[in-house]
């Protein structure tokens, strides 16, 4: 029983210091428009991510996202490159991703709560940021659009799950986790709709990490 808990905890070390190392060089990438070192490092950093899962998942919750991670690291793949259609195929794969994850966090939320109060200023929030993002958005709309709808219910069912039967622990890291992906997400799409935001990696990829960290230690503990 040790042994196998020591393996685990080696295990998501390894996969967070890798997640912290490869995003690290993947923001300086961004940041000096290397893109090759974009490229390279991106993809990697979250595939780490696994590792902080466990191998193999076998529990359903672990299993959703591990594929939730699997649709990242195409999504990942896709926004390293330049144009609407990579966009638009990013989109799709972080899409899949969320309703994953969303579907991960339904199994776990607290009995008769699946929307908080909490969660339906999120509802609001996102009302008023594809609002804001519309005009901008042009022939991308739709996308935007059904991207909004699944973040906002992947944050609104982490969310349920605190309170319920889920490990207290584990819960909160789905909540921050989904909070800080959902942050990341608006600023991506602010700085390519709305405004440029300077520096914007920092919080497009290095908050992105941070909160995939959290839905990884989620499923982790969820067992």
Not at 166 to 180: E, F, K, R, S
Request: with cysteine; aromatic share 10%; hydrophobic share 60%.
């Amino acid at each position: 029983m040790q042994g196998s808990f020591a393996r685990a905890v080696s295990s998501a070390s390894v996969g967070i210091a890798l997640v912290v190392i490869f995003g690290t060089l993947a923001i300086i990438g961004h940041e000096t428009k290397r893109r090759w070192l974009l490229a390279l490092a991106k993809p990697i950093a979250t595939a780490s991510l696994l590792l902080i899962v466990g191998p193999p998942p076998t529990f359903i919750v672990e299993k959703l996202i591990a594929f939730g991670i699997i649709f990242s690291i195409i999504g990942d793949a896709f926004l390293v490159a330049e144009g609407d259609k990579a966009f638009f195929a990013g989109t799709g794969a972080f899409l899949t991703a969320q309703l994953l994850y969303a579907a991960a966090f339904w199994a776990l939320r607290a009995p008769g709560r699946p929307v908080t109060p909490v969660a339906a200023v999120v509802v609001v929030v996102s009302a008023l940021l594809v609002a804001s993002l519309w005009r901008g958005a042009g022939a991308m709309r739709p996308a935007v659009a059904f991207y909004a709808v699944a973040i906002t219910l992947m944050v609104s069912t982490a969310l349920g799950t605190v309170g319920g039967p889920m490990n207290p622990t584990a819960a909160i890291c789905a909540a921050a986790g989904a909070v800080l992906f959902y942050i990341s997400d608006a600023t991506l799409a602010w700085d390519k709709f709305k405004r440029p935001v300077r520096h914007s990696s920092f919080v497009t990829m290095g908050v992105y990490w941070v909160g995939q960290i959290g839905i990884a230690l989620a499923a982790r503990m969820s067992t």
